[in-house]
């Protein structure tokens, strides 16, 4: 669990461009590289501790196999068609 307040902002932003990518039509594989070259950032700018971004990488490794965060909504139903 990521209790830094860096970390989990990262995590945040990282899991929102994760699911933007799905959207786009981007897969797995796609989605790998863009976590490993996020995180090869991070640990190239020093902006957080190693510790704190394998723990980042574990959470989102984590998130990208829950295949419930990638489900599109179902559309609702307009019930005011004509």
């Known amino acids: ?15 929102d461009d ?3 990518l799905w959207q786009r039509g981007y ?20 902006i957080l ?3 704190l971004i394998h723990r980042l990488e574990e959470e989102v490794t984590r998130y990208i196999h829950d295949p419930s965060n990638f489900v599109l909504p179902e559309p609702e139903p307009d019930y005011y068609e004509y």
Request: no cysteine; aromatic share 14%; charged share 25%.
């Open 1 to 15: 669990m990521l209790q830094d307040t860096r970390s989990i902002r990262f995590y945040q932003n990282l899991t």
């Open 18 to 20: 994760l699911v933007e």
């Open 27 to 46: 897969r797995f594989d796609d989605l790998r590289l863009y976590l490993d070259g996020y995180l090869a950032a991070l640990r190239h700018a020093n």
């Open 49 to 51: 501790e190693p510790y």
